[in-house]
């Protein structure tokens, strides 16, 4: 059963530059650079979408010198779908439950 869902990592995802971004880092590690260059964002406000993602848990990051990689973290992800897994679980069995109106 559904017990709860981080509202962050939600709300992380519920971007479209951000699900982008993560989308990216399914692939591979990436650095900031890396990352302008494929969502054609401006490298702040690509900071800013960042500091969201690893707010909520869901990228990583490694210093290399002067740059910063970026990784996916796959199991807050893997966590988040066993949830939603679970709740349309949940709502196949539920579909013949019907609460009498009073």
């Known amino acids: 059963m559904l017990t709860s869902v981080d509202p962050d990592v939600i709300r992380a995802l519920g971007d479209p530059l951000r699900l982008r971004i993560v989308t990216l880092l399914a692939r591979e590690t990436l650095c900031t650079t890396h990352l302008v260059e494929e969502t054609g964002a401006r490298q702040t406000n690509l900071s800013n979408h960042l500091k969201v993602l ?4 869901l990228v990583e ?3 290399c010198g002067r740059f910063t990689y970026y990784r996916l973290r796959p199991d807050v992800l893997a966590g988040l779908s066993g949830r939603f897994a679970a709740l349309a679980d949940a ?3 539920a579909a013949e439950n019907k ?3 009073p």
């Open 54 to 57: 690893r707010d909520a848990g």
């Open 61 to 63: 990051t490694e210093p």
């Open 91 to 93: 709502a196949r069995t």
């Open 99 to 101: 609460r009498a109106c």
